[in-house]
T-cell receptor, first 109, second 112 residues
Framework: RKEVEQDPGPFNVPEGATVAFNCTYS??????FFWYRQDCRKEPKLLMS???SGNEDGRFTAQLNRASQYISLLIRDSKLSDSATYLC??????????FGTGTSLTVIP | ETGVTQSPTHLIKTRGQQVTLRCSSQ?????VSWYQQALGQGPQFIFQ???????GRGNFPPRFSGLQFPNYSSELNVNALELDDSALYLC???????????FGSGTRLTVV
């Protein structure tokens, strides 16, 4: 069983739409959680950390549900520039980060 | 503040050869990790170095080895290259163990 599971998509949404990505993790000892964004043939870039209380950064909202071992990312008012692959990341042992396979998003004009 | 830099950006090697990839950490970051990303997959953890010591390793064979230097730069060495080693190799640094990473732009290795 994979440590982190994501729906690979692709998600194709019109500009201005709201889109949500989900991610589940298998290890209840997981310590910290992140969403990364990766553009085609580029390196992953940290989008935001995810906290149990939920956190928001502009149009992006991340939620963590430890009981269900579930992480989500909500993007409101989608922009063309949001088109990318979104990677769910879980830190289990302090040093080892497990990445999901990523969810592909294309925002259509 | 400089980010994480990796060299070379692209590399083609023959099966059975050895390769060394290099990484300079972001200023102030004493932890460096290496990841392998195959096409269509998420990055897979190879190992992490903290203050010149390996402090964690993923499910990779011993022919994958590394070093971290006093200035926190790092190398990834792969011996006896196999075709399946073809991937994007990412170096990532963080200011402390467990904190979010900053990734370099990667080295794309092709083994033929």
């Amino acid at each position: 069983r994979k440590e982190v599971e994501q729906d690979p998509g692709p998600f194709n949404v019109p500009e201005g739409a709201t889109v949500a990505f989900n991610c589940t993790y298998s290890n209840s000892a997981s310590q910290s959680f992140f969403w990364y964004r990766q553009d085609c043939r580029k390196e992953p870039k940290l989008l935001m950390s995810v906290y149990s209380s939920g956190n928001e950064d502009g149009r992006f909202t991340a939620q963590l549900n430890r009981a269900s071992q579930y992480i989500s990312l909500l993007i409101r008012d989608s922009k063309l520039s949001d088109s990318a692959t979104y990677l769910c990341v879980v830190n289990i042992l302090g040093y080892q980060f497990y990445f999901g396979t990523g969810t592909s998003l294309t925002v259509i004009p | 503040e400089t980010g994480v830099t990796q060299s070379p950006t692209h590399l083609i090697k023959t099966r059975g050869q050895q390769v060394t990839l290099r990484c300079s950490s972001q200023s102030g970051h004493n932890t460096v990790s290496w990841y392998q990303q195959a096409l269509g997959q998420g990055p897979q953890f190879i190992f992490q170095y903290y203050r010149e010591e390996e402090n964690g390793r993923g499910n990779f064979p011993p022919r994958f080895s590394g070093l971290q230097f006093p200035n926190y730069s790092s190398e990834l060495n792969v011996n006896a290259l196999e075709l399946d080693d073809s991937a994007l190799y990412l170096c990532a640094s963080s200011p402390e163990v467990g904190a979010g990473y900053t990734f370099g732009s990667g080295t794309r290795l092709t083994v033929v």
